[in-house]
């Protein structure tokens, strides 16, 4: 029974790594010799008697466990190894206040030389960490980031060529960067790039020719700012623009909410999934908002073209979902040119001075009777599925 539990021992000693096959065959090969031939015997064939074993069948059957404990042993290496294949590309840290386990903090501080004229470009890229853009009382381009890194000293700069800032750095050894920028007030940036992954990008206070802003898993805002192009994008997290001006907005996201207010624009794109779509006293000259699941709400659309709109001016606006509801207003003046659909629901069409088209429960299509001759008009055209649609002027 001793000798059970001795070969026992060595067999977890050998599961658990801390003597190789080769010692395991040894150790049973002395604890066999240890208790004799009788003790031996379970290791022969049944059909030997005691007269026939000798040491030689004895270590040649213990050459084959020591071959069989091999194999299985470097079996359960090579799983191991492929485990540590499929995570040697997965990102894994822990950062419990000051301690950061698997890898290293840094962070570095750039100012650029005085800025005379316009900046030509501003190209920013983080990662699993946030953007901030926004403007100062100063004459440098000022940025800041702070990282984690898998290696220390990891080497990053501030490029600035022809008035091209760009932060460059190796992006493979970062687990996280996060970036912070300054630029002066009143100067105007060509172009904007800022991109980033599972983190904010914020923009506030600032004059851009183009801004093109790209996360995912956050949100995007933007406020107080002049853009003549605007390209926002991000999934499953927000997009937020207040008190913009822009020639063209540009609003992508996925399951999440995308939200105009006070903004003017010549043209404004908005997409999303899931989430609704709200814009509240802009100016949009065209104005298109599509998403699916949930609803639109448009207050307040037409701001000062409701008072200035010239003869021949004509506003486009665009509102297409499924499953939700859609909520327009129209400002006392405008005329209007009017299709609206849904199905299993109604059309609730509250404007005065309509001649009314086609008209049903779920579809309405109507005209202003002074739509040719009035300075501020619109063509609208709604659309939604199982849900109601209600226009009223406000």
């Keep these: 029974m001793t000798n059970d539990l001795s070969k026992m021992k060595v067999l977890e000693m050998l599961?658990?790594?801390?003597?190789?096959?080769?010692?395991?065959?040894?150790?049973?090969?002395?604890?066999?010799?240890?208790?004799g031939p009788r003790d031996s015997r379970r290791w022969r064939d049944d059909d030997h008697d005691d007269d026939d074993f000798d040491e030689e069948d004895f270590e040649g059957v213990f050459g084959q466990i020591g071959e069989q404990l091999s194999g299985i042993a470097s079996e359960i290496g090579d799983s191991i190894?492929?485990?540590?294949?499929?995570?040697?590309?997965?990102?894994?840290?822990?950062?419990?206040?000051?301690?950061?386990?698997?890898?290293?903090?840094?962070?570095?501080?750039?100012?650029?030389?005085?800025?005379?004229?316009?900046?030509?470009a501003l190209r920013l890229l983080a990662k699993n960490?946030?953007?901030?853009?926004?403007?100062?009382?100063?004459?440098?381009?000022?940025?800041?980031?702070?990282?984690?890194?898998?290696?220390?000293?990891?080497?990053?700069?501030?490029?600035?060529?022809?008035?091209?800032?760009?932060?460059?750095?190796?992006?493979?050894?970062?687990?996280?960067?996060?970036?912070?920028?300054?630029?002066?007030?009143?100067?105007?940036?060509e172009e904007i790039g800022a991109d980033t992954k599972n983190a904010k990008i914020y923009v506030g206070d600032v004059l851009s020719k183009a801004m093109r802003l790209g996360t995912t898993n956050d949100k995007i805002v933007i406020e107080r700012s002049l853009a003549e192009e605007i390209n926002a994008k991000t999934s499953n997290a927000a997009i937020m623009i207040e008190q913009v001006r822009s020639g063209g907005i540009f609003a992508e996201t996925t399951n999440a909410k995308i939200k105009l207010e006070h903004t003017q624009a010549d043209t404004a794109r908005l997409q999303t999934t899931q989430a609704k779509i709200v814009t509240e006293n802009t100016d949009i000259a065209h104005l298109y908002a599509k998403t699916k699941n949930a609803g639109i709400v448009m207050e307040?659309?037409?701001?000062?073209?409701?008072?200035?709109?010239?003869?021949?001016?004509?506003?486009?606006?665009?509102?297409?979902?499924?499953n939700g509801g859609v909520s327009l207003d129209v400002t006392r003046g405008v005329a209007v040119n009017l299709q609206a659909s849904t199905s299993n629901s109604k059309v609730d069409c509250r404007l005065a001075n309509l001649l009314m088209g086609e008209t049903a429960k779920s579809y309405v299509s109507a005209r202003s009777y002074d739509y040719d001759s009035t300075a501020a008009?619109?063509?609208?055209?709604?659309?939604?599925?199982?849900?109601?649609i209600k226009i009223k002027e406000a």
């Design 377 to 388: 008009r619109a063509k609208i055209n709604i659309s939604t599925t199982n849900s109601a």
């Design 81 to 120: 190894k492929e485990g540590l294949e499929g995570l040697k590309d997965l990102d894994v840290s822990l950062d419990l206040g000051d301690i950061f386990v698997g890898g290293y903090k840094g962070q570095h501080s750039f100012v650029s030389q005085p800025v005379s004229q316009n900046i030509m």
């Design 129 to 189: 960490d946030k953007i901030e853009i926004s403007s100062y009382e100063g004459r440098e381009v000022r940025i800041s980031c702070e990282y984690k890194s898998k290696k220390p000293r990891a080497g990053v700069r501030l490029s600035e060529e022809g008035g091209v800032y760009e932060l460059l750095y190796d992006y493979n050894a970062m687990r996280s960067m996060r970036i912070y920028a300054q630029v002066p007030a009143g100067i105007r940036i």
């Design 300 to 322: 307040n659309n037409f701001g000062e073209f409701a008072k200035t709109g010239g003869q021949g001016a004509e506003r486009t606006i665009e509102a297409h979902t499924t």
């Design 15 to 35: 599961a658990e790594g801390k003597v190789t096959p080769e010692e395991a065959a040894k150790l049973l090969e002395a604890l066999a010799k240890e208790h």
